[in-house]
């Protein structure tokens, strides 16, 4: 397997306009996650899919940002409009199902090589 | 919510051994311990996990006291290549039924010959 797949690797773009970050997972994982790394706030979980379904995104900074999961190979995170302070390394990550039935730390993460955001 | 600290950064030289502390008061009972890696540009990458006591693999050992409020690293024999980020990562109960992961803000560790 590839590992998890990224696209873009690095976005700039202006203020106010439309971005796309997209990502395919491991094949057979069964969870998605979306995080955002600064150099301020460290790796923020923004949300997570499981199976394709949204399960938490409590992490999502505002209604700019949204993000689907068409299918078990796809993922895209949205921010509508963008800002400067949305500039950041974006990373997804998916694994195995967790213990419990939930997200688990115990499944390892695999991350792909991130977007690089730069808003002017 | 809940977090967990780490300390900011760290020294050290090659061929000492370095050790990593983590605390995560609440962390819930059910949950691992989980240690990740980071090199820049790259996204981290897993080196350990345990569940309590202590837990050894190729590259590293986890130490996890009885209450599992903290962790700690050991990286034995650090070289120049283990300059990075390092992670703790937990699950802590959340209100909506799964329990939450949280990733500590990460210890930058220089390695110096």
């Known amino acids: 397997d590839a590992g998890v797949i990224q696209s873009p690797r690095h976005e700039v773009t202006e203020m106010g306009q439309e971005v796309t970050l997209r990502c395919k997972p491991i094949?057979?994982?069964?969870?998605l996650f979306w995080y955002r790394q600064t150099m301020m706030r460290g790796l923020e979980l923004l949300i997570y899919?499981?199976?394709?379904?949204?399960?938490?995104d409590s992490g999502m900074p505002e209604d700019r940002f949204s993000a689907k999961m068409p299918n078990a190979s796809f993922s895209t995170l949205k921010i509508q409009p963008s800002e400067p302070r949305d500039s950041a390394v974006y990373f997804c990550?998916?694994?195995?199902?967790?213990?419990?039935?939930?997200?688990?730390?115990?499944?390892?993460?695999?991350f792909g090589p991130g977007t690089r955001l730069t808003v002017l | 919510l809940a977090k967990t600290t780490q300390p900011i950064s760290m020294d050290s030289y090659e061929g000492q051994e370095v050790n990593i502390t983590c605390s995560h008061n609440?962390?819930?009972?059910?949950?691992?311990i989980t240690w990740y890696q980071q090199f820049p540009s790259q996204g981290p990458r897993f080196i350990i996990q345990?569940?309590?006591t202590k837990v050894t693999n190729e590259v590293a050992s986890l130490f996890i006291p009885a209450d599992r409020k903290s962790s700690t690293l050991s990286l034995p024999r650090v070289s120049l290549s283990d300059t990075a980020v390092y992670y703790c990562?937990?699950?802590?109960?959340?209100?909506?039924?799964?329990?939450?992961?949280?990733f500590g803000a990460g210890t930058r560790l220089a390695v110096h010959p």
């Open positions: 990550a998916s694994s195995l199902l967790g213990i419990a039935g939930g997200p688990s730390s115990y499944n390892e993460q695999f």
């Open positions: 094949s057979g994982h069964d969870y």
């Open positions: 899919f499981n199976n394709n379904v949204p399960i938490d």
């Open positions: 609440n962390i819930a009972t059910n949950d691992y």
């Open positions: 345990g569940y309590k």
């Open positions: 990562l937990v699950g802590v109960g959340f209100s909506g039924g799964y329990n939450k992961l949280i």
